[in-house]
């Protein structure tokens, strides 16, 4: 069993891999408004990016535990939180604006590094979604103020399917992505 940085007395079983999915623990990953008003992922994902057309918004995280959003004509919103959250809402809203929901991603998990100067971890997944990569790396940080949640990612493998051959469709399909990545990608080769 790992640990994690942001929350070192929880334990989890680490990524493997397989094929992940983004599950509902992610909306409620905790923001705050600049008014101090606090929200969560799902809240402001619903209210805000859903409801409107995404193409013109502008995303930035600001690397202060922030995010600025904004479209022409509009004050930028800014948001407060763990750069996890921050993280995870603009890839949210980066998908959005491609015109992929963020929900019907799979997220295949490939490396882990550790940094040698302060405890920090660094997780990277390709990213696929209606059958081709949509990502090749994606890079989520674990480390003491990051507000990482390992609990956002469902195991698709682990799914109970409702035909006998779920489970060998299920690791097939993660095998060819995996070989499709490695073979294909400059982030898979090197």
């Given at each position: 069993m790992?640990h994690t940085w942001?929350?070192?007395n929880?334990s ?6 397989t094929?992940?999915y ?6 409620s990953l ?11 992922v799902?809240?402001f ?7 409107r057309?995404?193409r013109d ?5 600001t690397?202060l ?5 904004a479209t022409p ?6 948001l407060m939180g763990?750069?996890f ?6 890839l949210m809203?980066?998908?959005?604006k491609?015109g ?10 490939y490396?882990s ?5 302060f405890p920090?971890?660094a997780?990277?997944?390709f ?6 990569t949509?990502?090749?790396r994606?890079v989520?940080f674990d480390d003491s103020e ?6 956002i990612f ?8 409702s ?7 299920d ?6 992505w995996?070989r499709?990545?490695y073979a ?7």
């Amino acid at each position: 069993m790992k640990h994690t940085w942001s929350n070192p007395n929880k334990s989890w079983g680490g990524f493997r891999r397989t094929k992940y999915y983004l599950n509902d623990r992610l909306l409620s990953l905790p923001l705050m408004t600049a008014s101090k008003e606090f929200t969560t992922v799902g809240v402001f994902y619903k209210d805000f990016i859903t409801d409107r057309s995404v193409r013109d918004l502008e995303v930035e995280e600001t690397g202060l535990g922030g995010i600025e959003i904004a479209t022409p004509g509009m004050d930028k919103v800014c948001l407060m939180g763990k750069s996890f959250s921050c993280r995870v809402l603009r890839l949210m809203i980066e998908f959005q604006k491609e015109g992929i929901s963020p929900f019907s991603t799979s997220w295949f998990w490939y490396d882990s590094d550790s940094a040698t100067q302060f405890p920090q971890e660094a997780y990277s997944f390709f990213i696929v979604s209606e059958n081709k990569t949509a990502r090749e790396r994606v890079v989520l940080f674990d480390d003491s103020e990051a507000g990482f949640d390992p609990a956002i990612f469902g195991d698709a493998a682990r799914l109970s399917g409702s035909w006998s051959s779920d489970k060998a469709n299920d690791r097939a399909e993660i095998r060819f992505w995996y070989r499709k990545f490695y073979a294909e990608t400059y982030a898979g080769q090197v």
